[in-house]
């Protein structure tokens, strides 16, 4: 799972440089993308690859990274045409399927990751192997944007773009990240179960809201289905890395 957490950390990284904003110029996502390009494969290096099949999978994983970039990048700013959707969802679904289905047969010799992360000297990391932190802090830090990427790209495909909702319900953007980071953190401490509070918790405060709306017949429809489907894929999104650190 090395490259899978490697590949998680470069787009997380990637999407924090444009959390602020939705419109992202060519020119800026083409810059994005070689940066997270870099960033993947200065880690990629950094770890070692000691077959060259290895190197080959990381070759594919790094096109479709910075592919991802620009295609999610176009598909926010034009939500209207649906091929920049389709094309950044299918490279991003295919690579992280590529990078589980070949997780077996990658080896890293760890180099200058493994003395780097050898050398952190955290008592509570000691008996946790390196591929195990490394695909930990690529899902925790996907939450924080990257996350919010994928949802905003769905919503506007199924015809509930985000932009006229949230000035509606203000603060999605930041509970998202909140709620997926809790929701992710009690997993990986073992309490799965305790994340239903946050998806009651959740309910209870979006409630007011959804009631004033209705009653006011300011689309209430939309807005409700905004925050249905938003919410599930939110949640979705962040317990679907849990299997893979059990």
Known sequence: MTLLGIWLLSVSTCDLLRATRDQVSAARAGVIAVFALAVFAMLVLAAEPTTWGTVAVAVVAGVGLAAYVVASAAALTRPCDGTPRRISLALAVGTVMVLLLTSGRSAFDGGLLVRWYDGLGIA????????????????????????????????????VPPAANERTMKGGRLLGPMERVFILGLGMAGYVTAASVVIAAKGLLRFPELQASSRNDTGASELSEYFLVGSFLSWLIAMAGLPLLA
């Open 124 to 159: 509570g990391l000691s008996g946790v192997p390196l591929e195990s932190f490394l695909l930990g802090a690529g899902l925790s830090l996907f939450q924080l944007a990257s996350a919010n990427v994928v949802v905003r790209v769905i919503l506007n495909g199924v015809g």
